[in-house]
């Protein structure tokens, strides 16, 4: 089956600062993926869809500036939550389709700790 | 618009009962349902999918559900739940190849012993 991996799973930073997660899909291309945000006891919420070789498309309310996302290939997209602060603090989840396909294909999240 | 609505914020089964997670979606076309199991801390595990074809599907688990166009639903059920089946459980909508997936905003499951 398809295999979509982030990077890191879990990481704490200090408020202020940047950091980056990574999501590929491992045995397949995909020219789009999805990043999504969760906070604890909610639903998934889209924030932006990753286009390969162009600018992502943000959702209502995403701050494009403070959420950089870069789809750099087929395999790999990557959210910087830049200046991060408590708030930013979230579960975030990325998924992939496969070309033709009608099923995504979900990372296993990566827990943003801002102190 | 897309949207799909999980009724049940939260239900407690006795271990040994049957379950029916309740999922309702709103399409204008013929929908791509899914269903998805989330432990605390973990990510999202596919139980089953809907695309066409035969309206009842078995997903792994133990779990099966049951597509009916005129009530736009997409409920969940399990004949006998095991403990280890607490989680928290999204039903969710997706539109043509590739596009978005709409999650509800999901059913929390408890069970006692």
């Known amino acids: 089956g398809a295999v979509v991996s982030q990077h890191p799973s879990w990481v704490i930073c200090k408020s202020g600062t940047s950091v980056k997660i990574e999501c590929r899909s491992l045995d397949f291309q995909a020219t789009t993926m999805f990043w999504y945000r969760q906070f604890p006891k909610q639903s998934l919420m889209l924030m932006a869809t990753s286009n390969e070789g162009s600018k992502a498309t943000y959702e209502q309310g995403v701050e494009k500036d403070k959420f950089l996302i870069n789809h750099a290939s087929l395999t790999l997209s990557t959210l910087t939550v830049t200046s991060a602060h408590p708030e930013d603090s979230s579960f975030y989840i990325c998924?992939?389709?496969?070309?033709?396909?009608?099923?995504?294909?979900f990372g296993p999240g990566t827990r943003l700790t801002v102190t | 618009a897309q949207s799909v609505t999980q009724p049940d914020i939260h239900i407690t089964v006795s271990e040994g009962a049957s379950l029916e997670l309740r999922c309702n979606y709103s399409?204008?076309?013929?929908?791509?349902l899914f269903w998805y199991v989330q432990s605390p801390g973990q990510g999202l595990q596919l139980l089953l999918k809907y695309f066409s074809g035969d309206t009842l599907v078995q997903g792994i688990k133990g779990f099966e559900a049951e597509f009916k166009r005129s009530q736009s639903s997409f409920n969940l059920r399990k004949p006998s739940v095991h403990w280890s089946d607490a989680a928290e459980y999204f039903c969710?909508?997706?539109?043509?190849?590739?596009?978005?997936?709409?999650f509800g905003t999901g059913t929390s499951l408890t069970v006692i012993p």
């Open positions: 969710a909508v997706g539109a043509n190849t590739g596009n978005q997936f709409y």
């Open positions: 998924s992939a389709p496969r070309q033709g396909a009608y099923e995504q294909y």
């Open positions: 399409y204008g076309a013929t929908p791509y």
